[in-house]
Every structure is written in structure tokens, then in C-alpha cells.
């Protein structure tokens, strides 16, 4: 259903609430920002991501937007988001409030559907409304949006770190407790046997006696999971859509090796990836690539698009050039990347210029008798 909308006309006070004008200050950072930013253009753009002809009214967008403008401008949860409303009279003013208000305003987990409601070009155009506000109030020069810098880097699953032992049991526990709430009488569930083989996995491996943690614990943990596919698929006759998923993740994990490029990594989130980062800290990170683009001079993120599958660097430049394009309104003439983005997929007319190149090639005696990077 479409969002409840404000009452047209003058507002009326109430005999037990009192205006949030009147409690806050003028001269406050968010109350000078709610006259700048444009909180129109949210209903209009996102206005078709709203159902006419089912379930209860939506929630209204300002206080969507809002709450999640103060959740990512002060590094919140969304539980915490929430709670914050209730002791800030400046947040709920921001959020559109009139009177201020006691209860919660939403449930925590309307957070989380509202981002699915802003997938795509939602989140773009409240990065858009950033720079525009920005633009506004004169804390962006449009000459600014014009040079850009283009990176990637991984944004990490919160996941843990995935052995075959671990997926194993994971697999077998989600397939147990699906059969379960369907009403699938299961031979055995393994559920004693898989945790005391489990723990001896994570102990052999723990005194690097590898092959009693593979051959032995991680084969017998592999088995146990198939006979509980098999078992369900005997004597599941209607599978439903979350039993099938589930059924084709065990089935892809079963069948994976070690060499395969398509693993799966996690249960719950089975679109992770691996990334070599190439660092001595850290060697690989689970998650996706994520292109960024800043501008040059003041470092205001004017683009933000994941990517998925693992692409090569120069691969994303002509996606994130434009939606760079689409959030700023203008045309970036100059964009700075490291040299990964050699051999780049961008064809427009927008300049790119590598970095590092000098240093890379700097005569050896002016690197301390090295020719690598200083």
C-alpha cells in the first residue's frame, strides 16, 4: 500500500504533547539540514516500490529515509538506530516528527525490509540527495564532481571462516530443522554424533594431525549429511521452494572439490565469494567487490556498486563511471585508478589516469638500490 501521507492544512496542537520546534534549536546541524535537503523527490522516486492493492499502508518514507540517513551518519545498528529516536527530539525533527513522541516508531526489523524496498535505485538516490544537499549548500563545488578517484575493495560477509567440517554440520542442522517443520520423520538426525565429530575435527586439526582431521571426522561429517538428504528426499513427496533450495545447497556442497571456482562458502549466505587480497595480514576475504568512487579533491563518495562474480578491476570502471554520471548530473573528466584497472572496459571520453606508474619505474638507485616500490 502507499505510504500514510501529512495532514494538509494547519497542524493543530495537542493538550499532552509538545512541539518538536519548540524544543529544538535553530542553529543545530539537522535541523539546518532538513531545510536543505529536497524530501519530496523520496515520495516521487520511490513511490513505485509501493503496492496498491494489498497489506497494511506503508510506512512513511521521510522517517524511513531519515532513519536511515542517522543509522550509516553515526555507524548505528538498527536496533540502535531506533532507540536513539525515542531520547533525541533533533532526530525524531529530522525524521519529519511534529510532536515529540515516547514510543518506538517502528520495529527494528522494518529496517531491514525497508532497504529491500530501497534496493537499487533507492540507495541511489539517497546517495544522489547527499551530493545535491551538498551542491545546495555550498559544501560541494560542481567543478569537485568533475575529477574523480575509482578503487575497489571487499565488503565482507559476516561469516565465519568456512572449513568443509563446518559446512558439513551447518548443512545437516538447516536440513534437520526443515524436515522438522515439515513434519519429515527422519531415520536419524545425527545431531549428537555430528557435534562429537565435529569437535574432534576442530581437535585434531587444532595438533595438526591433519589426516585424522580429514580423512576421519570430515569424511564421517560428509556421510552424515548425505544420508540425511537422502533420507528426506525418500520420503519428501511435496517439497516446497525452501525445502528445494535447501536440498540443491547440499547437493552443490556435496559435490564440490577443492580446486572448483564456484564454492560455496557459507549456508546462510551462499552468494559469497573468496577474494585473494594479496596481503600478509589478511590473505583472503569472504564477501563481494565493491567498486568506489570519490572525488579528487574532497573525498565526497559520489559511487558505490557491488559486483559480483569476482570480476577484474578494470572490468568495473565503465559500471561505476556511470553510475558516478547518474548520482552527480555531471560528467566525471578525469578519473584516477591504481594499476589494476590496466586493460579497462571503459570506452567514453571521461581520462584515466593510473597512479603509481612513476614510482613503479623510478631508477633503482633512487629507490635504495631496489627496483621495487619504496
Given at each position: 500500500m502507499k505510504p500514510k501521507k501529512k495532514p494538509e492544512g494547519p497542524i493543530q496542537s495537542e493538550m499532552l504533547k509538545v512541539f518538536l520546534k519548540d524544543i529544538v534549536s535553530d542553529r543545530h546541524p539537522l535541523v539546518q539540514l532538513v531545510d536543505m535537503v529536497d524530501w519530496e523527490v523520496f515520495e516521487e522516486k520511490l513511490a513505485s516500490t509501493f503496492c496498491d492493492d494489498n497489506g497494511r499502508p506503508g510506512l512513511p518514507v521521510r522517517l524511513m529515509v531519515?532513519?536511515?540517513?542517522?543509522?550509516?551518519?553515526?555507524?548505528?545498528?538498527?536496533?540502535a538506530v531506533v532507540e536513539g529516536w525515542i531520547e533525541n527530539p533533533y532526530w525524531q525533527y529530522f525524521c519529519g516528527g511534529i510532536f515529540f513522541e515516547h514510543g518506538f516508531p517502528i520495529d527494528p526489523s522494518s529496517m531491514t525490509r525497508g532497504r529491500e524496498r530501497l534496493h537499487g535505485v533507492g540507495l541511489e538516490e539517497l546517495l544522489g540527495e547527499t551530493i545535491r544537499t551538498g551542491l545546495r549548500g555550498g559544501f560541494i563545488r560542481e567543478g569537485e564532481l568533475k575529477r574523480v578517484n575509482v578503487d575497489t575493495t571487499v565488503q565482507g560477509k559476516d561469516i565465519r571462516f568456512p572449513t568443509d567440517a563446518r559446512l558439513y554440520d551447518r548443512m545437516r542442522e538447516r536440513l534437520v530443522e526443515a524436515a522438522l517443520e515439515r513434519g519429515i520423520a527422519l531415520r536419524q538426525t545425527y545431531a549428537r554424533k555430528g557435534k562429537i565429530a565435529l569437535r574432534r575435527q576442530s581437535g585434531y586439526a587444532r595438533a595438526q594431525q591433519f589426516k585424522r582431521a580429514q580423512q576421519r571426522q570430515t569424511k564421517i561429517l560428509?556421510?552424515?549429511?548425505?544420508?540425511?538428504?537422502?533420507?528426506?528426499?525418500r520420503k519428501a513427496f511435496d517439497l516446497d521452494e525452501g525445502l528445494v533450495e535447501l536440498l540443491a545447497l547440499a547437493h552443490r556442497l556435496l559435490g564440490q572439490e577443492r580446486q572448483d571456482k564456484e564454492k560455496l562458502y557459507s549456508i546462510h549466505e551462499p552468494h559469497v565469494e573468496c577474494i585473494s587480497k594479496g596481503k600478509i595480514h589478511k590473505k583472503y576475504e569472504f564477501g563481494c567487490k565493491v567498486g568506489i568512487a570519490t572525488t579528487a579533491k574532497e573525498n565526497w563518495a559520489v559511487s558505490s556498486l557491488a559486483f559480483h562474480g569476482n570480476l577484474y578491476d578494470g572490468h568495473t570502471l565503465q559500471q561505476t563511471?556511470?553510475?558516478?554520471?547518474?548520482?552527480?548530473?555531471?560528467?566525471?573528466h578525469q578519473a584516477s585508478c591504481d594499476l589494476g584497472y590496466r586493460g579497462h572496459n571503459y570506452e567514453g571520453d571521461c581520462t584515466i589516469l593510473p597512479t603509481g606508474i612513476g614510482r613503479q619505474f623510478r631508477h633503482p638507485s633512487k629507490n635504495g638500490g631496489s627496483g621495487g616500490r619504496p
Open positions: 531519515g532513519l536511515h540517513y542517522l543509522k550509516y551518519t553515526y555507524a548505528l545498528s538498527d536496533e560428509k556421510t552424515y549429511l548425505g544420508r540425511v538428504v537422502r533420507n528426506i528426499e563511471l556511470d553510475q558516478v554520471e547518474r548520482v552527480t548530473g555531471f560528467h566525471p
